[in-house]
């Protein structure tokens, strides 16, 4: 596929346009505000901590090119993925008491590595909760305030944060599994755990796709120009994704180990950022014809981000569409659920 070159500076003016970005208190979230406040973006982040939301004010103020006016861009919305009925009347209430507009719906947060030996308290894996189904809840609200958008200021995205990880999920989605537990086995339980990481990425990125088909497409067919698609941010080890490895009896020693080496190898939370913010923003996107598509980091010859492009999914899964239907259906009915 072809590539895009991509830096921060490259993103055009945002002036009155209105994001909202999931887990933007830290790493590639935290960046990828700064990346928006930087071009005139009003931005809300979306998390569940207040005082993680003020750390990010504060980590935003001490950057040199950060204006006081940039800060004052920035807004809290508490948002707890781990409950649907919570996710789900965040969204609404949002719609309802910022009715104006909303451009860019930017879905980034996550987690990895739960132990498996609970669910969540809607009777879900975790993981799968977090990532996907949180998420599904609360950006369904708010796909009338995103069309709206687009029929009056003339597009609106939403981009949803997958990785290459979906290639973990070796066979798709066992919808069984995600309602049962596992024992905790400790280390050897690490694979397992990447497999439900796996399962819960290929759901984001079948989500794009199936929300694309379900929604966006349709509204393109009238001239209402909206878009989903999914994206890959890179291998980066800093995001806290998956805690500190303790849970899983990983000495502190190896973790150390394995984060040093991630500062050497790995993007930084910037690098990361790009191609979510590269995807939610730039022009070109637009003008493709086909979406609900998934995007990757395009890198130099020793390893660093330059770009990003459009790739196809590392597994079959990625693009079975009955599976992305089924997908739907499931996550609907754990809405109808989470609401009785």
């Given at each position: ?15 009155e346009k209105?994001?909202?970005v ?80 909303l ?51 003339g597009?609106?995205?939403v ?20 309602q ?27 989500y ?43 000495p ?32 070109d ?11 990757t ?7 660093r ?7 196809p ?28």
């Amino acid at each position: 596929m072809a590539s895009n070159t991509f830096k921060p500076g490259d993103v055009p003016n945002l002036s009155e346009k209105v994001a909202i970005v999931t887990g933007g208190n830290r790493s590639i979230g935290l960046e990828s505000v700064y990346m928006l406040i930087c071009k005139n973006c009003t931005v809300w982040i979306a998390g569940r901590s207040e005082s993680g939301f003020e750390d990010a004010k504060k980590t935003l103020s001490s950057r040199p090119d950060v204006t006081e006016t940039m800060v004052s861009r920035v807004h809290f919305l508490k948002l707890d993925l781990a409950e649907i009925k919570h996710a789900e009347e965040t969204g609404k209430e949002f719609a309802k008491q910022h009715p104006e507009r909303l451009d860019i719906l930017l879905c980034n947060a996550g987690v990895s590595l739960q132990k498996g030996d609970q669910l969540s308290s809607d009777g879900y894996e975790l993981t799968f909760q977090t990532n996907h189904l949180g998420h599904f809840a609360f950006a369904n609200t708010l796909l009338p305030l995103l069309e709206k958008t687009a029929r009056e200021h003339g597009e609106a995205r939403v981009v949803i944060t997958s990785s290459d990880a979906h290639a973990f999920a070796k066979s798709g989605i066992d919808f069984d599994a995600l309602q049962q537990t596992k024992p905790h086995q400790g280390m050897r339980g690490i694979g397992e755990a990447m497999s439900r990481y796996g399962v819960s990425k290929l759901s984001n990125m079948l989500y794009a796709r199936e929300l694309d088909k379900r929604w966006a497409a349709p509204l393109r067919a009238k001239g209402v120009q909206v878009t989903a698609d999914c994206v890959h941010p890179g291998t980066i080890l800093g995001t806290g994704l998956g805690g500190s490895g303790s849970e899983w009896g990983v000495p502190s020693l190896v973790t150390s180990g394995v984060r040093l080496l991630g500062n050497v190898v790995g993007f930084s939370s910037l690098e990361g950022a790009c191609t979510g913010v590269y995807v939610a923003t730039m022009p070109d996107i637009r003008a493709k014809a086909e979406h609900g598509k998934y995007y990757t980091p395009q890198l130099n010859w020793h390893g660093r981000y330059v770009g990003s492009h459009e790739q196809p999914p590392d597994t079959k899964w990625g693009e079975d569409d009955e599976l992305a239907a089924r997908l739907w259906t499931f996550s609907e009915e754990a809405l109808q659920k989470a609401r009785a």
